[in-house]
């Protein structure tokens, strides 16, 4: 009786281990699910750089190149000849960067406070 309980615990045990670790192996596989997001067509953004790339190879015409009267003007509307004003609102300008801080800045806080500790002047 007893061999034959042991035999069956070891079945027992071997089946649960196999269920874990294809349980295990399927979760890993497995897509995430992004339940709670919006949907989004993946087209929508192509457009807009279909037509920036349209522009850019207008730009680069011999026809197009030498006049630039009409580069001035485009260039005018926005950003540049091509971009316009394309994604001016995503930017970072001074004008939407007050309260960043610029690499210089933070090296010197970060050296203000090494030497203070160094010094003791915590």
Known sequence: MNRYFLSISRFVRGLVITAVCVFMLFSNVAPALAIGSAP????????????????????????????SDKIIERANKGLNEVQEDADIDQMNRPENSRGAVSAAEQVQRALGKAVDKVTGKD
Do not use: F, H, V
Not at 50 to 57: F, G, L, T, V
């Open 40 to 67: 989004t067509q993946p087209s929508e953004g192509e457009t807009r750089l279909n037509e920036i790339y349209k522009e850019s190879q207008d730009a680069l015409r011999p026809e197009n190149a030498l006049n």
